[in-house]
Every structure is written in structure tokens, then in C-alpha cells.
């Protein structure tokens, strides 16, 4: 029998009414009999509840792949509450992106002043950082990083952004000043995830950064990028995948710069 999804899941509480009649079914008999089942289904109303606080427009908030985001069109909006834009920019509302992991919530505007799209990365757990979280725009292979706030800029005057995102949050971040590396080319960083404790060893050769990344284990069974950015409003930044636990990078022209790890 087909598992039911975290995507049906959302649906149903969205609006049950454009799900498959087997699959509302099955939803609808777990939650009377599954008390597991039955919180789960709460925590996704929450969630939804929630962001109903914090939206200024609840009629333009679609679930990925609806008619309705089908049918929706452009509609402006001010965003006076979002403090990096003035009160008085008014920004094209595009669309809104759920994510069920970390019930992440990206909002996508356009600025036709600018010939740019703002998108505002929010979490509904206070504890989730969104601070330089990594859009990966597939259409276009390439990466965007958000500012502390979340918020990620992409000067361009068209993206046709599919219909979900990929949004990935930090790991881990470690600030370093490029003076102290060079007279100290070797440092070690530990972190956790979670489920793993990490040790982020680093080895400046001239120009190069040597990485190594290990844990109790020996391999941590996930595939890891490293960034190295300057962690300004626009970050310009270098990526690197880490392949067995260990990759090389040259140096980006930075004085200070942040060292990221993300989950691929």
C-alpha cells in the first residue's frame, strides 16, 4: 500500500477537497483510530495557524502544485513589517513554497525597480537559525545564500521558478579571520547535528584550504558541501562538495570570511 506523504499531509489541511479520494480515505481513518497519526495532523494546523498570524494575505498562500497557485496571478503587496524593505517599496507577491522539514515557509516576491526577486526564508520554530540558508535554483544550477535575516536577493530580471524549491539549511557555520589562518594554518572545529558529533579539521597550503571532516564513526553516511563566504547582505561565496570526508578549496579574496556546512 502506498505510504502517505508529507505533502498529502499538508494538503489535506489546506484543502482536502483536491486530494485522491483513497488517499483523503486513509487520512481520514488513520486520524480517527492513531493517536501518533492524529498529533501529527495537529502540529500541521499549528504550523498553518501560526503563519496565519504572520501573513498579511492568507488568500494568496497555496500548496505546492494546487490549481490555485496554478490560477493565482501576480498580486502586489507591501511588506512595511519586513525591516530591510523601506515601507514604501512595493514588491509583486509570486508565490509562496512550503517546506515540510524544519515547516520552513519561503515567500517569493519580484522588485521591478530593481529587476530582482526577494525571497523570505521563515520557520515556524524559533529555534530553527534561517540565517544563511542555501536556495538551489535547479532550472538554473545555481546557488543563492541568504542574509542573516533570511532573506535571499537574486538580481535577475527572470527566473521561472519550478513549482518547489530546494532550501538548505546550515549545519554548521565557523567565522574565521584570514590573518589568524595564515599564521595559524591549522584549526579544528567540532559541532554536532544532532545525531553525530563532527570534527572540522582545516589545513592552509598558500592558497588552499585542506579540509577534513570526521566523526566517531569514521564516515557520517551523509553527502556534505562546504561554502566559504564573505557573510555580508550579498554574499559572494565558493562551494565545494566534501567526497570521503575530505576536499581542498582555494581561498576566496576575503579578509574575514564564514565557513558553512550543508546537507546535499
Do not use: W
Amino acid at each position: 500500500m502506498k505510504e502517505i506523504n508529507e505533502e498529502e499531509l499538508h494538503l489535506y489541511v489546506l484543502n482536502k477537497t483536491l486530494l485522491d479520494k483513497n488517499i483523503l480515505y486513509r487520512i481520514e481513518k488513520l486520524a480517527a483510530i492513531d493517536e501518533a497519526f492524529q498529533k501529527e495532523l495537529y502540529e500541521i494546523k499549528e504550523f498553518y495557524s501560526n503563519y496565519d498570524r504572520i501573513s498579511s494575505n492568507r488568500s494568496s498562500v497555496y500548496f505546492l502544485g494546487s490549481p490555485e497557485a496554478e490560477s493565482s496571478g501576480h498580486k502586489p503587496i507591501k511588506l512595511a513589517a519586513m525591516q530591510s524593505i523601506s515601507e514604501s517599496t512595493e514588491l509583486t507577491y509570486l508565490k509562496t513554497f512550503f517546506t515540510g522539514d524544519n515547516y520552513l515557509i519561503t515567500r517569493l516576491f519580484y522588485n521591478s525597480n530593481e529587476q530582482s526577486y526577494n525571497l523570505f526564508v521563515l520557520s515556524e520554530n524559533d529555534k530553527v537559525d534561517v540565517a544563511n540558508a542555501v536556495l538551489f535554483v535547479a532550472g538554473i544550477k545555481k546557488e543563492f545564500i541568504a542574509d542573516e535575516k533570511g532573506i535571499i536577493n537574486i538580481k535577475s530580471r527572470f527566473i521561472d521558478f519550478p513549482e518547489q524549491i530546494i532550501i538548505h539549511l546550515p549545519l554548521a557555520k565557523f567565522d574565521i579571520i584570514k590573518n589568524d589562518l595564515i599564521q595559524f594554518p591549522q584549526k579544528s572545529f567540532l559541532f554536532q547535528d544532532g545525531k553525530n558529533n563532527f570534527k572540522l579539521e582545516l589545513e592552509l597550503n598558500e592558497n588552499t584550504l585542506n579540509v577534513s571532516l570526521q566523526t566517531a564513526k569514521g564516515s557520517s553516511g551523509k553527502l556534505l558541501k562546504l561554502i566559504i563566504f564573505n557573510p555580508g547582505n550579498e554574499p559572494d561565496f565558493v562551494s565545494v562538495n566534501i567526497d570521503g570526508n575530505k576536499c581542498s578549496i582555494t581561498l576566496p579574496d576575503f579578509e574575514n570570511f564564514r565557513i558553512m556546512l550543508i546537507e546535499v
